[in-house]
């Protein structure tokens, strides 16, 4: 079945450790992006990638990294930077005609102990 | 700022019964698209429904219905004869960025479907 596959679903960091989260589709989308979900509020864009080899900052990109060498894979790196990393990842892809849903999926739940 | 609204934190439904989920947003676009999201407690995002700015007709997805004002810059979402796994996090969005199809997200509704 064609969907959006994150590893590991849960992942624990220490403190000052980089640590990065997989994300790998079978859509055939050209478009993938990072949210960060916390508690009681919604998604927030983190990296938003539109082709292979080019990415874009979203709205709170300081403390991460992204990298896309391969059409199916978009992995973040949470690194030792990000001040408050504890927080629900998802991953999502989508088409690139304009207007169109985005599917999801089912997150990473980074803890930092 | 540019945002979304989703004013109520949570909410109760009956069984079979209908539930309006109320949705506002900013915008200066003059093209726009609404997305509905349903998360379960399983945290996986679910697209629901899909209204575009332009579009004549408000959205109807099975059970799903989007109530769209336009001039009110409201976006309600509308499920009909609730059932007992409609229970979830509801969230609404908008997209931005064109063709980058960027989302901007609301704070979400808790939707407790009752027997």
């Known amino acids: 079945d064609g969907g959006i596959t994150q590893s590991p679903k849960y992942l624990f960091r220490k403190e000052g450790q980089n640590v990065t989260l997989s994300c790998e589709q079978n859509?055939?989308?050209?478009?993938m992006y990072w949210y960060r979900q916390d508690p009681g509020q919604g998604l927030r864009l983190i990296y938003y990638s539109q082709i292979v080899n080019d990415f874009q900052k979203g709205d709170i990109a300081e403390g991460y990294s992204v990298s896309r060498e391969k059409k199916e894979s978009f992995p973040l790196t949470v690194t030792s930077a990000q001040k408050n990393p504890t927080a629900f990842y998802l991953c999502a892809s989508c088409r690139t005609s304009m207007n169109t849903e985005a599917f999801f999926g089912q997150g990473t739940r980074l803890t930092v102990v | 700022a540019q945002k979304i609204t989703q004013t109520q934190p949570g909410m109760f439904v009956q069984e079979k019964e209908a539930v309006t989920l109320d949705c506002t947003y900013d915008t200066s676009d003059p093209s726009y698209g609404l997305f509905w999201y349903k998360q379960p407690s399983s945290g996986e995002m679910i697209f629901l429904i899909y209204q575009g700015s332009y579009d004549q007709q408000n959205a109807t997805e099975g059970r799903y219905s989007l109530n769209f004002q336009k001039a009110r810059k409201s976006a309600n979402l509308v499920i009909s004869a609730s059932q007992l796994g409609d229970s979830a996090m509801y969230f609404c969005?908008?997209?931005?960025?064109?063709?980058?199809?960027?989302?901007?997200f609301g704070t979400g509704t808790l939707l407790a479907v009752q027997p």
């Open positions: 969005a908008r997209g931005y960025g064109g063709a980058t199809n960027k989302l901007i």
């Open positions: 859509l055939n989308h050209d478009a």
